[in-house]
């Protein structure tokens, strides 16, 4: 099938003009003035935005967490992803310490085959590290497509794994030539904040930011650099919330350390002050690192305005408030983290970046998606529209204005962190590979879909 899209802004991380953009089956053909495309469907972007497809590089959608699993399945969370603009996920593998890594892989890809709407990859999670398992995350990496790793310095006694395993599998990483990225946090000093903090009756949503504040999020960021720079691997730092977690990164990379750090939507956005709302509503905001202060928006829009946040992701871990953030009720350690967002992302960075003026559109392209599909390998397959790329293209309208609201996603949650906030502009029609999704931020595909993305390592 043939598709001209017409007359649209067309927007990358490098340049920005008004063109028309052809595509033929599931490629971009040809991008230029007055293009013709025969007998072909026709998109009138006039008025409107051509972006690349967006990439989420950091969600959760078959999260085994904390007692219970996350609420939404491969079909609705990528049906809300396209709906929002995303055509790719990375989503993370989060086995348990006693599952093998190629079970885990091929339970997670068996899932996302059966259900998954818009393209993906994964992160496997290393939180086992026995011969068995080195043995399987080497297979993997050479067989399966695999090349980037996640490792959680957090959640003692679940999902972390001691600094001798992590020096090992760092060093293994640098020899595969596979991304280490990385949950930043200090899993000893957060278990004995926390058990203080239980002991003495403080129990609800909002001291779980004091749990883990941003002198432990900035000394997790400097324990991982100090082993990148120790073993020579190149690491990626996941969620980061705060300024004082990024100039660690920056100091390491001052210090010829390959290190690139993330933003997630949420600490974008939200304060701590949701946490802190009575009647254990605070709980529909915990994730961990947590909210902080609203000062720190301002400070993670420059570091991304700069170059030194590098992507933003979700880090979506959808859990409903009723029957599952409720298991925290008596103990916030016992809240499942997370906030769902995987489709209003884009928005809400149009909306509080772009038109707020903290970043520019070509900047908004470069960190929702070309610089994901550089650093995960990936380019220019993804995150870019050019001859021979993939159709995956996003016709923005800017004009929009509404809300956000849980009523319009598509997502199984049954909470959005964003309800009532401002919305300006969403998308009017996603393609994914050329075949034409999502209208006017409504999933309308078919049922699935969604290719594995099997990626070679590049570092």
Not at 54 to 64: R, S, T, Y
Not at 148 to 170: H, N, P, R, W
Not at 369 to 391: C, L, N, R, W
């Amino acid at each position: 099938m043939t598709v001209l899209i017409r007359g649209g802004r067309v927007i990358t991380s490098d340049s920005d003009r008004v063109a028309d953009v052809l595509v033929e089956g599931e490629k971009i053909v040809a991008v230029g003035a007055s293009l013709d495309g025969g007998d072909c469907e026709i998109i009138d972007a006039a008025g409107k935005y051509v972006f690349p497809g967006f990439i989420d590089p950091h969600v959760h959608i078959h999260l085994p967490f904390m007692g219970t699993n996350a609420i939404d399945d491969h079909a609705s969370a990528t049906r809300a992803a396209l709906a929002g603009g995303t055509t790719t996920v990375i989503e993370m593998i989060c086995p348990g310490p006693e599952d093998e890594p190629k079970a885990a892989f091929h339970e997670w890809k068996r899932l996302a085959e059966a259900g998954a709407c818009c393209d993906y990859t994964f992160h496997l999670a290393v939180v086992r590290f026995d011969d068995l398992a080195k043995d399987q995350v080497r297979e993997l990496v050479q067989t399966e497509g695999v090349a980037s790793f996640k490792v959680f310095l957090a959640y003692k006694g679940a999902l972390d794994i001691a600094d001798e395993q992590l020096y090992e599998l760092m060093a293994m990483a640098r020899d595969l030539g596979v991304i280490m990225t990385a949950h930043c946090e200090n899993a000893e000093a957060v278990d004995a904040m926390q058990k203080r903090l239980i002991a003495s009756g403080r129990t609800g949503p909002e001291w779980h930011e004091p749990s883990r504040p941003r002198a432990v999020e900035a000394d997790g960021v400097s324990h991982l650099c100090t082993f990148a720079e120790l073993t020579g691997a190149h690491v990626y730092v996941v969620h980061t919330s705060c300024g004082a977690a990024v100039d660690q990164a920056m100091l390491a990379r001052d210090r010829g350390v390959h290190v690139w750090v993330e933003a997630v939507a949420p600490h974008l956005v939200l304060d701590k002050t949701r946490a802190e709302q009575a009647d254990f509503e605070g709980a529909k905001f915990v994730m961990s690192p947590p909210l902080r202060d609203a000062e720190e928006h301002g400070r993670l829009w420059r570091a991304l305005a700069d170059g030194r946040m590098v992507t933003i992701g979700t880090d979506h871990a959808p859990f409903n408030f009723a029957g599952q953030k409720e298991m925290g009720r008596d103990a916030f350690t016992c809240i499942p983290n997370g906030i769902p967002g995987i489709q209003e992302r884009v928005d809400l960075v149009h909306t509080y970046g772009v038109c707020e003026g903290r970043i520019d559109l070509q900047q908004m392209v470069d960190v929702c998606s070309t610089q994901a599909a550089k650093i995960f390998g990936m380019y220019p397959q993804k995150g870019e529209i050019a001859v021979g790329s993939d159709a995956d293209l996003v016709i923005y309208d800017p004009a929009y204005t509404g809300t956000f609201s849980r009523t319009e996603s598509e997502s199984r949650t049954d909470y959005s962190g964003y309800e009532g906030m401002p919305r300006l502009g969403r998308p009017a029609v996603v393609l994914r590979r050329g075949e034409t999704v999502a209208r006017d931020g409504r999933y309308c595909g078919s049922e699935g879909g969604g290719r594995y993305i099997a990626r070679p390592p590049t570092h």
